[in-house]
């Protein structure tokens, strides 16, 4: 595994409380989304992405 030689600090704006509430929602939900597409193509032996997005 590569070192990391430096690491760089990006400041940015504070993310209000609601906003980031919504987007931990919307990981969660993504998150859920992924693991049923892979569950799906495992139980279906899709090997491909292109397949996937046919079906």
């Known amino acids: 595994m590569a070192?990391?030689?430096r690491t760089?600090?990006?400041r940015?704006?504070?993310l209000p409380?609601?906003?980031f509430r919504?987007?931990?929602?919307?990981?969660?939900m993504y998150r859920n989304m992924v693991k049923q597409l892979?569950?799906?193509a495992v139980r279906?032996?899709?090997r491909s992405f292109a397949r996937l997005?046919?079906?």
């Open 3 to 5: 070192r990391v030689a």
């Open 8 to 10: 760089i600090i990006v």
């Open 12 to 14: 940015s704006a504070r």
């Open 17 to 19: 409380r609601r906003m």
């Open 22 to 28: 919504v987007s931990v929602e919307l990981e969660g």
């Open 38 to 40: 892979v569950m799906y």
């Open 44 to 46: 279906s032996n899709v």
């Open 53 to 55: 997005r046919v079906k």
